[in-house]
């Protein structure tokens, strides 16, 4: 943007948005009550010269992004706007057939007027959402405002709440509005036998919660720098077959000494990403986890914690792993695989041949596993999409704070 749209911004537009009681942060405005958070975002669009600006608005809902899992224990707002949290977009300027707006076109005063009773209408309109059955309603009438992702996520909402009908009537008017768009059937079909039986479990990873990472570009890592490591994993466990074939060997014979070092000078995570990553490593874990997973008692036939030491730091972590579910245990007719390349892309093998045989690269979604392995606390699956944690556990982990852990709201495991 060129010094006279930052002028406007600033003179005009930011006293407006203090008015309806609108924050700033980080060039976005946001207003947040216990069901949504609502963001308005000036721009310039990259087809468009410096002098123009659009306005773009969103509607966040914290329970759909509650229930299917993308909503941290503290999200920041300024990172819900335009991205897959958002459920539903507005353009709220609509001048000459298009939504961008070239400020030498327009007197500063009329312009400033008009953008001011834009954002009335627009506050007028969020507070017209009072509830999540409202705001399901107006994306049913309007459509979601974006790309299908975003729509498969307010289906799984509606999946996961039991709100037939209305993902029904959902899918039904995607297909008419886009007809690029589709659905997998065998995706509908898994998330209503997942919400009718959840088993607790869940798929974990390490946390890109903003108010965590601050600045940072990326979660908090630890670095493995011992050589013999790195040689011992990439020769025994450089692909989920190789570990699955040698996991017993690999624990058996781990390497002495292993150091690293912290992405970011901060030893206060709990949970942290490791690389370069090898079949089976989940994370850094802090001496606080180790303690939970001892006195809960969780069976070493599940995982181990191999002591590394960090560089610049007192703090003891363990790099964790978890042993691994070969595919022959997998139920193959009950499973639903999705191809790595093309989020959207599912289907079912009949045997572990038949996966073998395939020329696409699948990984397993939604798992069916024998009941015997339902005791367990933490599940790795060979090729499988996430890794799993109990809900015994993750209540232990949450009650004790663990810092930089995040749970997905529901599972995908299911058990026979």
Known sequence: MNSSVKDLLDIEIRPMMKQLGYRKAGGLFHRQNESFVYTVKFFTPPSATNDTFSICASIFSLDIANVTGYLSNSMNPKDLHGNHYTLYHKDIVDLNGGNSICIKEYDKSLLADFIRKALINLDDFFKSILDIDTLLQCILENGSGHEPFFCN????????????????????????????????????????????????????????????????????????????????????????????????????????????????????????????????????????????????????????????????????????????????????????????????????????????????????????????????????????KETYMSARLIKAFREAGIKGIEFKAIGSLRFI
């Open 153 to 384: 996520n307010i289906i799984k909402y509606s999946l996961l709440t039991k709100r037939w009908g209305y993902a029904e009537e959902l899918i039904r008017k995607e297909k008419e509005r886009r007809s690029d768009w589709s659905i997998s059937t065998l995706w509908v079909e898994k998330h209503k036998e997942l919400c009718q039986g959840d088993t607790g479990h869940r798929g974990f990873s390490v946390s890109w919660d903003s108010s965590l990472l601050g600045r940072r570009a990326a979660a908090q890592g630890v670095k493995i720098l011992s050589k013999e490591w790195d040689e011992h994993m990439s020769k025994y466990a450089s692909t989920d077959l190789l570990y699955q074939e040698n996991q017993s060997w690999i624990f058996e014979n781990i390497p002495n000494n292993i150091e690293g070092t912290l992405d970011y000078k901060d030893d206060s995570w709990d949970f942290m990403n490791t690389y370069y990553y090898r079949s089976g490593m989940v994370a850094a874990v802090s001496m606080k986890v180790k303690e939970i997973l001892e006195d809960m008692n969780i069976s070493k036939e599940e995982y181990t914690l191999i002591p590394i030491r960090i560089k610049d730091s007192n703090t003891q972590y363990y790099l964790m792993l978890i042993k691994s579910i070969g595919h022959n245990e997998i139920n193959f007719s009950n499973s639903l695989y999705q191809k790595i390349i093309g989020d959207d892309e599912y289907r079912k093998f009949a045997s572990y041949s038949e996966f073998s045989d395939s020329t696409e690269s699948y990984t397993v979604a939604f798992p069916v596993l024998p009941q015997k392995y339902a005791k367990r606390d933490l599940i790795y699956i060979q090729n499988g």
